[in-house]
């Protein structure tokens, strides 16, 4: 019981960063609308596990808990990926500056 309200005022407070971060304009929308349903179901799933059971078993997955577990772990690999793509795109766009400098900097001599 002492975990389930650790993690849940865990959740809260990552929820209100959340919220705070985009309020700043430190966050995109698209991004706080994944963030804010990601913990937003933590909470639900601490508050009420045993509404998530007959979910889980919809999908075919036993354990609630197992469910949240599976579903974390392909949302990690997706957020890995998409940091993963943007690391790329800074990367070119890193590359045709570098050019553009080099070149202008040529040009100048």
């Known amino acids: ?4 309200a650790f993690g849940f005022l865990f959740a809260l407070f990552a929820l209100s960063r959340v919220y ?3 309020r700043e304009g430190k966050m995109a929308r698209g991004m706080f609308f994944v ?3 990601v913990w937003s179901a933590v909470l639900a799933f601490l ?3 045993s509404g998530f059971e007959s979910f889980s078993k919809a999908v075919g997955i036993q354990r609630p808990l197992d469910f949240m577990f ?3 772990l ?3 690999y997706y957020l890995n990926f998409r940091i993963y793509i943007k690391l790329e ?3 070119s766009d890193m590359a045709v500056l570098v050019r553009e400098f080099g070149m202008e900097r ?3 001599k």
Not at 1 to 4: A, D, F, G, R, Y
Request: charged letters at 25%; hydrophobic letters at 55%.
């Open 70 to 72: 599976i579903f974390g």
């Open 35 to 37: 963030w804010a349903c």
């Open 74 to 76: 392909i949302l990690v």
């Open 47 to 49: 508050a009420y596990p």
């Open 20 to 22: 705070f971060r985009f």
């Open 89 to 91: 795109d800074v990367r």
């Open 1 to 4: 019981m002492i975990i389930q």
């Open 106 to 108: 040529e040009r100048r």
